[in-house]
């Protein structure tokens, strides 16, 4: 939900005479061996699109197959023209990237050589079980397996590596074993496109049951009880619409419809409380929830709305206590508050303040146990964890003192414990899994991610300051380094950022990042507005009609950074993903010329308007309150129209730029990068080079296996290499 989804106006397909027909086959010609590879030139198909009383062009509509749904689930019928011109897309970037193989190669296996081969998730208490997942060296795909908690033989409840066997693409997207131990239920992906089918396997036999769930989202949760499957349903445009519930052993006759989500704009979601006593239904977008509750005793009875959503305020219920625990926005709380209601009376009416708002302090949520609450919160753009006495209200800060690191609370398999598991972690640190007593405050460092090629934190140093943007803001920006670097402004710096959803870039670590920081590379994060770094205003500073804040403060960062000699002007490649790819793509085409030597753009969200235009696309409806709804309101449309990056490329000398994207993503589909590419490259000819590089066999994160992301994370790093023209990456690109 994090990423942007994308669509398109649409327009069917159609030839322009004989000579559209002998641009396509020019465009699908293969790329010939000269010195000096030639681009593809992508046919064009002259299309009005006239909206709210203003008029586009769109010379590329035509490479989004019009069957896109079908697609995600079956590629081989992705339209010839369309399917030639990203082959031979593909080719020219292999052409192009050709000298820089061999870099590519050893990165990925000095990445690979820093991750366990043979690694596992520390057991996780439930009952009489201890359960976990790990993977087998040399393989992709986790197993997942228990032991008896007292000790003794494991228990393999699946081993995904077979299932996976002859796919071009597979991956688990949730597992989870029922209460009472007796199945496993785990949802699979076979293309990438995020549409799951659930099965349920009987640990007792060994059996897969028959009748597995097709067309699922996702999402499931078994009743406390183990006797139903509580999951959601996608409908054919790839959005969650309904929650359905079935006996753990029938069969589809024998679902029953529990909620049905009339408002295409909202994400469903269904799990179970903390607690074990209720299951919870979610409704929402990424301003405004709604949540529904069934009582575990009784889990065939019908859904009680908690409170009636109100748009543009958010809250979340957590049982604790005998009562409810609400973190919300309401009156006013920017950077959230915590109320109460009681078990039986939940309409606002009823709720009262607990927490008090703090400007500053940005509550990111609760975690219920039997005896303490746990709250997840941040200040300073730094996360900390309090812990709550039920008993007394006393309260323990959970806090770390390098200059920036990543906290996360584990959620427990078990209610009534007085242990919380969290994981620390930072740039220069490997993560560490923690097991806190929250009555003693004691704690045990239960795991240490082990680097088996050598890691020495001292040899690298983590810097955290702002940048001062023109209205005021303070920029935050994390910086890695070599400790021993000198600041005379020679270093070349890789700028990474995202920016949107409220989501946070937390400094986490990161094996590939290391590669390009013992190289002399410095790894700078702008932690931008669009995201929550300071809090949940700092997200609303950055969407909407606000949204050029994102890109302004990316290159005030990296202003900032060359102002203080981290780096020099042409030095930086700005790499961004998802909605990340709309804040590169943003930056391309604002940036001052000469600031950035490249750019990476992954998965990018760069055809904005067509996107937010198009209602058959699974995300565009739940993400208008995100970037505006261009259908039914002018300025939301004036906006968007004067920031889309794919609507304002213009005859200027881009530095090199690199798109990627997915065959079977559903939530930037592949046409955003590829038509991107093809009119940068049609309107700004003598610059460049542009390459696109299309996944033909998965989706929105890449390659389903453990080390798929290590290879695009190579080829990256190989393209900012070479962007700047260095020996290792073979030079600069041929003109």
């Keep these: 939900m994090q990423s942007a989804a994308t669509r398109v106006i649409d327009r069917r397909f159609f030839l322009m005479g004989s000579a559209a027909v002998s641009v396509l086959a020019a465009c699908s010609q293969p790329v010939q061996a000269k010195a000096v590879p030639v681009p593809p030139v992508a046919k064009k198909v002259p299309t009005t699109i006239t909206q709210l009383g203003r008029t586009r062009e769109d010379e590329y509509q035509w490479i989004k197959d019009d069957r896109w749904q079908e697609v995600l689930k079956d590629p081989s019928i992705l339209k010839k023209d369309v399917h030639d011109y990203l082959t031979a897309e593909n080719a020219y970037h292999d052409a192009m990237m050709e000298s820089a193989g061999p870099l590519r190669d050893k990165l990925f296996e000095e990445m690979k050589g820093r991750i366990k081969q043979d690694d596992s998730s520390v057991p996780a208490p439930d009952g009489p079980w201890a359960y976990f997942h790990r993977y087998v060296a040399g393989q992709s795909h986790p197993v997942y397996a228990r032991t008896p908690r007292a000790g003794g033989a494991e228990e393999i409840l699946l081993d995904a590596n077979p299932l996976a066997e002859g796919k ?62 509580f999951w959601v349903w996608r409908e054919q445009n790839g959005r969650p619409a309904k929650i359905f519930r079935r006996p753990v052993r029938g069969a589809a006759a024998d679902d ?34 709604e949540f529904h509750t069934i ?19 958010l809250y979340t219920p957590v049982h604790f206590d005998g009562r409810w625990y609400i973190v919300t926005n309401a009156d006013g709380a920017v950077d959230m508050k915590i109320m109460t209601a009681p078990l039986t009376s939940t309409a606002r009416t009823a709720w009262k303040d607990f927490s008090p708002h703090q400007p500053g302090r940005y509550i990111e949520g609760l975690q219920a146990f039997a005896n303490h609450l746990v709250r997840l919160e941040r200040a300073n753009a730094l996360p900390r964890i309090v812990i709550r006495d039920r008993a007394t209200g006393a309260e323990k800060t959970i806090e770390q003192t390098e200059a920036a690191f990543a906290l996360g609370a584990i959620r427990s398999y078990e209610f009534d414990t007085a242990t919380l598991r969290y994981t620390y972690e930072s740039p220069t640190t490997p993560t560490q899994t923690i097991d806190y007593n929250m009555v003693t405050g004691a704690s045990v460092v239960v795991k240490t991610q082990e680097v088996p090629s050598g890691h020495d934190p001292a040899k690298y140093m983590v810097e955290r300051f702002s940048a001062k943007a023109a209205d005021g803001a303070e920029v935050p920006v994390t910086v890695l380094r070599l400790a021993d670097a ?63 804040n994102s890109f302004s403060d990316f290159i005030t960062v990296a202003e900032d950074l060359v102002a203080k000699k981290y780096t020099s002007n042409g030095k930086l490649v700005g790499l961004g993903r998802s909605a990340g790819g709309l804040l590169v793509g943003g930056v391309i ?32 409806p739940t993400e208008w309150p995100e970037w ?12 968007m129209m004067s920031y889309s990056p794919y609507d304002n490329l213009a005859n200027k000398p881009y530095p090199p730029i690199l798109c990627t994207g997915g065959l079977s993503d559903p ?9 991107f590419v093809a009119r940068i490259r049609d309107r700004a000819p003598k610059a460049g080079p542009y390459l696109l590089s299309i996944n033909m066999t ?33 030079g600069a690109f041929p003109v």
């Design 256 to 289: 029953v419809m529990v909620y049905e989500e009339k408002d295409i704009g909202k994400f469903l979601d269904v799990g179970v409380s903390e607690s074990g006593a209720f299951i919870m239904i979610y409704a929402g977008d990424g301003e405004t929830s």
């Design 295 to 313: 009582p575990a005793s009784a889990p065939t009875s019908a859904p009680t709305l908690f409170a009636e959503r109100k748009t543009g305020e």
């Design 667 to 675: 939530r930037v589909t592949y046409w955003e990068p590829a038509k």
């Design 698 to 730: 998965a989706g929105h994160s890449g390659g389903g296996g453990r080390f798929d992301r290590l290879k695009d994370d190579a080829r990256d790093f190989a393209f900012a290499m070479k962007a700047l023209g260095m020996e290792e990456a073979g």
């Design 486 to 548: 000198k600041l005379d402004g020679t270093a070349p710096v890789l700028l990474y950022g995202y920016g949107s959803y409220g989501s946070i870039s937390e400094s986490t670590f990161d094996v590939g990042q290391l590669s390009l920081v013992d190289r002399g590379w410095i790894w700078a994060t702008a932690h931008v507005r669009g995201g929550a770094e300071r809090g949940w205003d700092w997200f609303a500073q950055g969407r909407k009609d606000k949204k050029k």
């Design 628 to 639: 505006g709804n261009p259908l039914t309101d002018v300025a939301a449309y004036d906006y």
């Design 168 to 229: 071009a693409f597979f991956e688990i997207g949730f597992a989870s074993h029922s209460p009472d131990h007796r199945l496993f239920a785990y949802a699979a992906d076979v293309q990438g496109s995020e549409v799951y089918t659930i099965y349920i396997k009987d640990l007792g036999t060994g059996e897969v049951l028959p009748s597995p769930i097709t067309d699922g989202y996702g999402g499931f949760t078994f009743s406390p009880d183990s006797a139903y499957l």
């Design 589 to 620: 085409i604002t940036s001052p010329d000469g600031l950035f030597g490249g750019y990476v753009a992954g998965v990018p969200f760069v055809d904005v308007i067509n996107t937010m235009s198009d209602t058959d696309l699974p995300l565009t």
